[in-house]
Nanobody
């Protein structure tokens, strides 16, 4: 069984930076693609970033050039570095693990989710 725990959310001014961290327990971390999704109030959960077993990353168009995803297989952690934050980035951010090694942008293809961490960006 996989447990996923996020940390690092908070309140930041527009243009600022935050680094989200995700710790994963359980087996086969190295062979799992890891993703970040976010959900703003009244909106659907949306894809943010994913990193596969080869460290190949996918980012949504809305965060490309501002966010970076990385993983440390030895520590079983995933990080989301968020720079040049905008008010529209405000949301609850979820870390999630996929039971396969390659990435997906679809939330339904990830089956282990954390509780989420809140990011608020003020204008």
């Amino acid at each position: 069984q996989v447990q996923v725990t996020e940390s690092g959310g908070g309140l930041v001014q527009a243009g600022g930076s935050l680094r989200l961290a995700c710790a994963v327990s359980g087996n086969f971390f190295n062979s799992r693609a890891m993703g970040w999704f976010r959900q703003a109030p009244g909106k659907d959960r949306e894809f943010v970033a994913c990193i596969d077993w080869t460290n190949s990353a996918q980012l949504s168009d809305s965060v490309k050039g501002r966010f970076t995803i990385s993983r440390d297989n030895a520590k079983k952690t995933v990080a989301l570095q968020m720079n040049s934050l905008k008010p529209e980035d405000s949301a609850v951010y979820y870390c999630t693990a996929r039971p396969f090694a390659i990435c997906s942008t679809q939330a339904g293809e990830f089956n282990d989710w954390g509780q989420g961490t809140t990011v608020s960006v003020s204008s």
